[in-house]
């Protein structure tokens, strides 16, 4: 078998595109744009995967922006995913760029590992801006969908891996992480605090309810063996803005614990399964408890009432709150989670 690596040839790009869909899957795939440039991997003659890429200039820097990489799913496990991105990464340098960017969604270990074991490091908004100033910012944000791009975070590299660490976001300290975390939440959902009684009982409300999710769901951790994280992923701010203060709804940043290192294994699957089971647990807790203490947790319970709807939705960029995890691992336990939200939401 010969696994070779080749720019996309004119024409494939429709093909490649077909492939991408095939291997994010029903869901995500309707998210797949047609790359306008490539790296392919082919086995045997035949397109196996791709690494899509496109190069744009922003502020005076010309930047490699990787859009997404991917394998066939008959042929996954073997490598060629970890090459792809080694190709890539090596193509854009090649082509002179001063910097190279990627957008990575949160619960995507595998991708956002594969990414800094080639150099690139986790970047906030406001450090990257220092490499490509604010219009830069504003062109990239359109070019990748940034505002929109729910859960998801920026990576950076530049030439050298000194240059490079002077951009990265220390999100590994999981203690502030966590307190901006509740912060943002709470201003989010400040509308509705402030149609409550008291604005100290409506902050105090969402306050319980995000850092008991965090307390959970750390206590799911804790017999893993593996170094945990707490952060949150800034992407899609704007979304969360318009939606909780033009419609007044309940829609929270996304954060959760995340293990330092990925493992293409099922113990690996179990771990982040079970962080997610112990925090859906503590919400449908609360949410029954509320049906019995009424008034003192009536907000509490509105509010985690529509986190548990949110974790039962299938949509790729909210699964790290749940969903995902527990559907890699275990069917038939996120079955039983959702029906459990169902009852507790809407039949007790």
């Known amino acids: 078998m010969s696994l070779i690596f080749r720019s996309m040839n004119p024409g494939e790009a429709p093909e490649l595109k077909k492939l991408a869909q095939k291997s994010f899957g029903p869901v995500e795939g309707l998210f797949v744009t047609k790359p306008t440039s490539a790296i392919v991997a082919v086995l045997d003659e035949k397109p196996v995967g791709g690494f899509a890429y496109q190069i744009e200039t922003a502020g005076d820097k010309k930047v490699g922006f990787a859009s997404f990489f991917f394998t066939d799913p008959a042929f996954q496990g073997q490598g060629i995913g970890k090459r ?22 949160d619960d995507n270990v595998a991708s956002w590992g594969a990414f800094e074991k080639n150099g690139l490091v986790l970047a906030s ?15 990239l944000c359109v070019k990748t969908i940034y505002g929109l791009s729910i859960g998801h975070d920026f990576y950076v590299a530049l030439q050298d891996e000194k240059s490079t660490s002077l951009y990265r976001h220390k999100k590994e300290r999981s203690a502030g992480q966590i307190v901006a975390y509740v912060l943002i939440n709470i201003l989010l959902l ?20 995000f850092l008991g999710a965090i307390l959970a ?25 318009a939606v909780n203060f033009a419609i007044r709804g309940i829609f ?73 995890r527990v559907f890699r691992w275990s069917k038939i336990a996120l079955g039983l989670l959702i029906a459990a939200s169902i009852a507790v939401v809407f039949v007790l």
């Open 217 to 241: 769901g750390y206590i799911g951790t804790i017999f893993s063996g593996r170094k945990w994280n707490f952060r949150f992923a800034g992407g899609g701010m704007p979304v969360y803005f």
């Open 190 to 209: 400040l509308r509705i605090a402030l149609a409550a009684e008291n604005i100290f009982y409506g902050m105090a409300s969402a306050a319980l309810v």
């Open 125 to 139: 908004l406001f450090k990257l801006s220092r490499l490509v100033g604010w219009p830069g910012i504003a062109k």
């Open 252 to 324: 929270p940043l996304i954060g959760n614990w995340y293990p330092s290192n990925y493992e293409n294994t099922q113990k690996f699957k179990r771990d982040m399964a079970i962080n997610a089971i112990a925090a859906w647990v503590f919400l449908l807790g609360l949410v029954a408890a509320a049906k019995t203490v009424g008034d003192p947790l009536r907000l509490a319970s509105s509010i985690a009432s529509v986190l548990l709807v949110l974790r039962c939705l299938p949509i790729p960029a909210l699964e790290s709150s749940g969903f995902g």
């Open 84 to 105: 792809l991105c080694e190709e890539g990464i090596r193509r854009m340098w090649e082509e002179g760029c001063d910097v190279l960017v990627t957008l990575v969604r």
